[in-house]
């Protein structure tokens, strides 16, 4: 450890709203802590990546962060500019202050300090350290925008952007849009086709798997069953409601999966489609479903699709996902594996796995705490967005650590 090293007790590891709960929690027990933010804002992916005609899916009772309730006059679905409000309103409370523009490239406990080190590359070039007892790493699910390699990409003629960077369908109206992806990225795929057909585009969307759509109030009344209820019993009655309201989607290019909607959103991190319109624009004949992308054809704007048929497409708009980036710069001895390749350490170190029904505590020495913190995977849990955080709050309670800045 170096005389520049800032030192503290909890260094977290983003400042959207997993981030944020984190730091508020910590903030109620007078316990230090620094948050590192690689953007310029909270929340950036709401801030900077996100279309404008966003809501949230869930009603507010199920997405409001720990110890601070989203206020009674904003409506049951809020907006994007709502919700920034009220993530605005939540750091203020907590007098939560990101170290913005701190992009951490390297996490490391050291044996000797029995601390993390954790070092974030700053705007001006530089290298900047810390020193903490426990890492949150609170990156979520959303880090970087992947789009996924198509043969010919490179050379299509028309426009070719990922779903963060689409805004609005006004730019696109009469144009032929292509969007890729009905579920990958939550339910952007799906919304963003529903507001390029508002806005008079020729729009085609690829429903390459099997996918389960359903209503908002569905979706809201099955997570509260879920309080109530086995999960099987859940999921049975989500796509029994599902088959009556929308009917059968397979003649319009739509399967629905063999699994129910929360198993596989728990087990394989696959969201269902929380319907905001779509699908009555696809039965109408508004949005056209197409199989699975082959190639593009060289030189134009020609693509081809695996069923051999090919369309002429103006734009094509990726609503491919992500992909986390936290192997990259988290150096530990231990790895557990996800299905995408990326991975998360495990060893001698309390987990907090949010990808599953139950979070697991794997109850390792005090003095490391990791928390790889997926808040929208727990909204299908049966439990509030800020609940992750809070089992943050409660171990650190049970750890019964003195409070204040003697922490160390």
């Not at 039965?283 to 002429?312: D, T």
Request: glycine share 8%; with cysteine; charged share 20%.
């Amino acid at each position: 450890m170096t005389t520049g090293d800032k030192q503290t007790v909890a260094i977290i590891v983003g400042a959207g709203p997993a981030g944020l709960s984190t730091a508020a929690s910590l903030h109620k027990l007078s316990i230090p802590y620094i948050i590192l933010e690689r953007e310029d804002c909270i929340a950036s992916l709401f801030n900077k990546k996100a279309y404008d005609r966003l809501h949230l899916h869930l009603a507010k009772q199920f997405t409001h962060l720990p110890h601070f309730p989203i206020p009674a006059t904003f409506p049951t679905y809020i907006s994007r500019s709502d919700f920034l409000k009220y993530l605005d309103q939540y750091a203020a409370h907590f007098n939560i202050t990101p170290e913005f523009r701190n992009n951490v490239k390297f996490a490391k406990y050291d044996e000797d300090m029995k601390k993390w080190k954790v070092e974030a590359a700053v705007e001006d070039g530089g290298v900047r350290c810390y020193v903490g007892r426990f890492l949150v790493v609170a990156t979520g699910e959303n880090c970087d925008a992947f789009v996924p390699e198509v043969d010919g990409l490179s050379e299509f003629e028309g426009e070719v952007i990922h779903s963060t960077e689409y805004k609005s369908g006004k730019e696109y109206e009469k144009k032929k849009v292509l969007v890729v992806g009905a579920g990958n990225s939550g339910n952007s795929g799906m919304e963003i086709a529903f507001d390029l057909a508002n806005h008079g585009a020729k729009t085609s969307i690829v429903v390459r798997s099997p996918v389960h759509i359903l209503s908002r109030w569905s979706t809201n009344f099955g997570l509260v069953l879920l309080k109530l209820m086995p999960l099987h019993l859940v999921d049975s009655l989500l796509v029994l409601v599902s088959k009556v309201t929308y009917g059968d989607l397979t003649m319009y290019g739509i399967q629905r999966p063999k699994e129910g909607p929360i198993l596989i959103k728990i087990r394989d991190a696959k969201y269902p489609v929380m319907d905001v319109g779509t699908v009555k624009k696809i039965k109408s004949g508004e949005i056209q479903v197409l199989p699975a992308l082959k190639s593009i054809k060289r030189g134009g704007n020609e693509i081809v699709f695996e069923n051999g048929k090919c369309h002429q497409f103006d734009a094509i708009v990726f609503a491919t996902g992500f992909k986390r980036s936290t192997h990259l710069w988290l150096q530990v001895a231990f790895f557990l594996h996800y299905r995408d390749g990326n991975r998360l350490g495990i060893g001698r170190v309390l987990i907090i796995l949010y990808q599953y029904p139950i979070v697991r505590l794997c109850h390792m020495p005090s003095h490391i705490l990791i928390g790889y913190i997926s808040l929208i995977t727990l909204r299908f849990t049966g439990l509030s967005v800020g609940g992750a955080a809070e089992y943050t709050f409660y171990y650190l309670m049970l750890l019964r650590l003195p409070v204040g800045n003697s922490i160390t």
